[in-house]
C-alpha cells in the first residue's frame, strides 16, 4: 500500500521560508517521479514543482520559478519543497503525488498516491 506523508507546513511572514517533505512508502520510490502541487480554497489543485525519479529533472511553475527548490533523497524515500520568498498568494493547502504516467508533470491526470496535504499560510 503506497502512502504519501506531508510535513512542515505552517504559519510564515511574507518574505519568509519553509521546507516541506513527503515521506514515502509502499513502493519502490526511486524510480518515481514525484510532484507538489497545491489548492487554495475556491481554486482548482495546480501544479507547483515536479522532480524525476533520479532527482537530475524538475521542472516549476512560472509563479515559483526562483523561490521553491524541489529535491529528493531516495535514501530516505522523501521529496522536498524548499520554498523562499513567500508570498501571501502561496497560501495553499500543498499536496505531493507519485506520477504514474509518462505525460506531462503538470496535469493531476498524471498523478496517483496523493498525501493528505498540508497547510501553507502566508501573512502579509
Known amino acids: 500500500q503506497v502512502q504519501l506523508v506531508e510535513s512542515g507546513g505552517g504559519l510564515v511572514q511574507a518574505g519568509g521560508s519553509l521546507r516541506l517533505s513527503c515521506a514515502a512508502s509502499g513502493r519502490t520510490f526511486s524510480s518515481d517521479a514525484m510532484g507538489w502541487f497545491r489548492q487554495a480554497p475556491g481554486k482548482d489543485r495546480e501544479f507547483v514543482a515536479g522532480?524525476?525519479?533520479?532527482?537530475?529533472?524538475?521542472f516549476y511553475a512560472g509563479s515559483v520559478k526562483g523561490r521553491f527548490t524541489i529535491s529528493r533523497d531516495n535514501t530516505k524515500n522523501t521529496v522536498y519543497l524548499q520554498m523562499n520568498s513567500l508570498k501571501p498568494e502561496d497560501t495553499a493547502v500543498y499536496y505531493c503525488?507519485?506520477?504514474?504516467?509518462?505525460?506531462?508533470?503538470?496535469?493531476?491526470?498524471?498523478?496517483?498516491?496523493w498525501g493528505q496535504g498540508t497547510q501553507v499560510t502566508v501573512s502579509s
Open positions: 503525488a507519485v506520477k504514474v504516467s509518462s505525460g506531462s508533470y503538470y496535469y493531476t491526470l498524471n498523478y496517483a498516491y
Open positions: 522532480i524525476s525519479g533520479s532527482g537530475g529533472i524538475t
